[in-house]
């Protein structure tokens, strides 16, 4: 079982960039999260899908940010333009039955934006 | 605002002892959860507590949850220097339906001693 799969594990990008990370969650699984950790404000919900439909996005800071699932098995974050402030470890989570049950978190992408 | 906040916000043992950890949170749950997160890596999930339950085992984890403090602790035994880490209660708030999220506190750093 490869768990939750992350990547890049780490980006470097200049102010102004696009970056888009990505997640593949554990198959079978019907709900996927976003997080988003820094040391100021812990773990942020970004926003939550189930079955590929997005729940909940009352986290997405911006509308630089945007989070697609084309289907079950991959999910992308981009931040379009990326800034200095959205430097962070940003986590992709997925559960089996509800979004309150166990959460299985990826290895976390680490983000600087210069 | 936080759900849940733990307490203290770093805590230092010697390995053998015994560590206690607090969470308070707001608001009714279905559930609480402990997780665990090393330095580098993604949150773990350690256990789930439902709230008709007051404690739960796991190994040498015991969680206790009092919902009319609204309050839960973690305790390890015996501890060792593998467990040290951030620990972080995640609480959901009650609601109808399946859908409801997660809210993690800030994490309490320990600290074990060899």
């Known amino acids: 079982d490869a768990g939750v799969i992350q990547s890049p594990r780490h980006e470097v990008t200049e102010m102004g960039q696009e970056v888009t990370l990505r997640c593949k969650p554990i198959?079978?699984?019907?709900?996927l999260f976003w997080y988003r950790q820094t040391m100021m404000r812990g773990l942020e919900l970004l926003i939550y899908?189930?079955?590929?439909?997005?729940?909940?996005d009352s986290g997405m800071p911006e509308d630089r940010f945007s989070a697609k699932m084309p289907n079950a098995s991959f999910s992308t974050l981009k931040i379009q333009p990326s800034e200095p402030r959205d430097s962070a470890v940003y986590f992709c989570?997925?559960?089996?039955?509800?979004?309150?049950?166990?959460?299985?978190f990826g290895p976390g992408t680490r983000l600087l934006v210069l | 605002s936080q759900q849940g906040e733990e307490d203290p916000q770093a805590l230092s043992i010697q390995e053998g002892e015994n560590a206690t950890m607090n969470c308070s949170y707001k608001?009714?749950?279905?559930?609480l959860q402990w997780y665990r997160q090393n330095s580098g890596r993604g949150l773990v999930h350690l256990i789930l507590?439902?709230?008709?339950?007051r404690e739960k085992h796991s190994g040498r984890l015991r969680v206790t949850l009092d919902t009319s403090k609204k309050s839960s602790s973690l305790l390890i035994t015996a501890s060792r220097a593998a467990d040290t880490a951030s620990y972080f209660c995640?609480?959901?708030?009650?609601?109808?339906?399946?859908?409801?999220?997660?809210?993690f506190g800030k994490g309490i750093t320990l600290s074990v001693r060899p």
């Open positions: 989570a997925s559960s089996f039955y509800t979004s309150q049950e166990t959460q299985y």
């Open positions: 198959s079978g699984h019907d709900y």
């Open positions: 899908f189930n079955n590929n439909v997005p729940i909940d």
């Open positions: 608001t009714s749950i279905n559930n």
């Open positions: 507590i439902r709230s008709n339950e």
């Open positions: 995640a609480t959901d708030a009650r609601r109808t339906g399946a859908n409801s999220k997660l809210t």
